[in-house]
């Protein structure tokens, strides 16, 4: 079965920056979207980036252009979100989520299949 795992969340003071990953397993595709959306409060999740298999097709989320990096390592199995400048308003969930397919018309929460369960982001001033 398909697990994504997260990790790399944590406390962060604000104007630091932070590294998640993203491990994937039992992922049959070979062609997958890969994507990080995060969840404030009891908010809907909103997606942050996502990124197409072999590291085409990244894209970002207002606020995050140009201080947000989204990549892959060499056999896609893992996903990375990297986050400079954080602010308080980061203060969020983050998860990881995989559609099959290229990333093209995968716009928010309902054209994922696979979640993974989150990890937590806490900017402080």
Same mark, same amino acid.
């Given at each position: 079965?398909?697990?994504? /795992? @997260?990790?790399? =969340?944590?406390?962060?003071? %604000?104007? =630091?920056?932070?590294?998640?990953?993203?491990?994937?397993?039992?992922?049959?595709? $070979?062609?997958?979207?890969? %994507?990080?959306?995060?969840?404030?409060?009891?908010?809907?999740?909103?997606?942050?980036?996502?990124?197409?298999?072999?590291?085409?097709?990244?894209?970002?989320?207002?606020?995050? @252009?140009?201080?947000?990096?989204?990549?892959?390592?060499? %056999?896609?199995? $893992?996903?990375?979100?990297?986050?400079?400048?954080?602010?308080? @308003?980061?203060?969020?969930?983050?998860?990881? %989520?995989?559609?099959?397919?290229?990333?093209?018309?995968?716009?928010? @929460?309902?054209?994922?299949?696979?979640?993974?369960?989150?990890?937590? /982001?806490?900017?402080?001033?």
């Amino acid at each position: 079965r398909v697990q994504l /795992v @997260e990790s790399g =969340g944590g406390s962060v003071q %604000a104007g =630091g920056s932070l590294l998640l990953s993203c491990v994937a397993s039992g992922l049959t595709n $070979t062609d997958n979207c890969m %994507a990080w959306f995060r969840q404030r409060g009891l908010d809907r999740r909103a997606r942050v980036a996502r990124i197409g298999t072999g590291g085409h097709d990244a894209d970002y989320k207002y606020p995050f @252009e140009g201080r947000a990096t989204i990549s892959q390592d060499s %056999a896609g199995k $893992t996903t990375y979100l990297q986050i400079h400048k954080l602010n308080l @308003e980061d203060t969020a969930k983050y998860f990881c %989520a995989s559609a099959p397919g290229a990333c093209w018309g995968k716009v928010g @929460e309902a054209d994922f299949q696979y979640w993974g369960q989150g990890t937590q /982001v806490t900017v402080s001033s």
